[in-house]
């Protein structure tokens, strides 16, 4: 998706995936209050988010995940463009939405 989406180099999309999974894990791991705290400063943003069904929890977890991670400081220093993000967010929320769940269902320890 980096690659297709955003037109970013192999070093970035490792980069990005070596923090982003940590980052992914450690969300699952909180509780909804946590969750909320996190996305709350997000939530005017992402209310705007594609897939426009998607649920406000889940577009949150977007941006905390994915958007404020590596990307964003690609997004303003160069290679990603305001496309690229747009596109990324959207594609992301799927694959998302399926590890929280199984997160949820079976938790790291």
Partial sequence: MLTDVCHVGTELRRRWATTSWPRG???AALDDAARNVLISPFAEEVAGYEPAA???ELKGAVAVIVRSSLLE???THGPVEAGGIRGITTMAAAPLSHFL???RRYRCR
Avoid: G
Wanted: glycine share 0%; charged share 25%; no cysteine.
């Fill in 25 to 27: 894990e450690s969300y």
């Fill in 54 to 56: 998607s649920p406000l």
């Fill in 73 to 75: 400081e690609a997004h």
């Fill in 101 to 103: 769940a199984a997160r």
